[in-house]
């Protein structure tokens, strides 16, 4: 999979050659490169931003550094173009799988108080948002959008079945984790899990899971079993 990322800031990425992700690039799993926007700016002083149309507070970035940037890179427009905003689709799970399937990838970074709308309009595919929150820029967003799609690349994760296993891979939170020792400052490691007996194992694990989803996600906890009872209807179970 190639990721090329668009920024002002280039070496917020360098967190990026670091664990999974880092051992991924450096197997050739994952082909990933931080562009800097500045170097196509036209002005003399690398200038991308300006103050914006209406006033306002703030500085805007301007198109031409991002237009030029995006067309050098992708003159023929083979990536999937993201742009990490406020006004996008929700970053989920599925949405991660889905980016996971595409070959090429860029996403382009905002900063300051965003983005001269037209380059928007004229070369962005699509808008991603990773919550209802405000961020300096979009390279942490970014960076999330990079991981959370990267596992689900063959060959990132240690373990194909990995990612099966973890939070929102069944639409429920992810069980508690434990490891040695048995007994750590007089709380013992659940004595199924020591027991050896995977039916036993997985049925707890399952109980925990959808536990925690219940008392910290009701929202997806009711997802959950409406996409069930739609499931029944389909299948001839339901009234």
């Known amino acids: 999979m190639k990721i090329r990322v668009l920024t002002l800031f280039p070496a917020m990425f360098d967190a990026l050659g670091e664990s999974i992700m880092g051992r991924a690039i450096k197997k050739g799993v994952i082909d990933f490169k931080a562009v800097d926007i500045r170097a196509y700016s036209k002005d003399k002083h690398g200038k991308c931003d300006d103050t914006p ?61 965003g983005v001269d709308r037209r380059v928007i309009d004229l070369c962005i595919d699509r808008e991603i948002s990773i919550g209802d929150y405000v961020l300096s820029g979009g390279e942490l967003a970014a960076m999330c959008i990079v991981d959370a799609a990267a596992r689900f690349v063959d060959g990132v ?6 990612h099966e296993t973890e939070s929102f891979s069944d639409g429920l939170l992810e069980y508690p984790q434990y490891t040695r020792p048995p007994e750590f400052m007089g709380l013992k490691v659940p004595e199924v899990l020591q027991s050896g007996d995977h039916k036993k194992v997985d049925k707890y694990r399952r109980e925990c899971s959808e536990r925690l989803t219940k008392e910290r996600r009701a929202d997806l906890w009711e997802k959950l079993q409406n996409e069930k009872k739609l499931g029944d209807k389909d299948s001839g179970g339901g009234v």
Do not use: W
């Open 53 to 113: 149309y209406g006033g306002g507070a703030g500085m805007v970035m301007t198109p031409q550094p991002i237009y030029d940037c995006i067309n050098a890179i992708d003159p023929d427009h083979e990536y999937l173009r993201i742009f990490t905003s406020p006004v996008g689709d929700r970053l989920c799970d599925g949405m991660a799988r889905e980016l996971a399937q595409t070959d090429k990838l860029m996403i382009l970074c905002g900063h300051y108080e």
């Open 157 to 162: 994760l240690g373990k194909s079945e990995s």
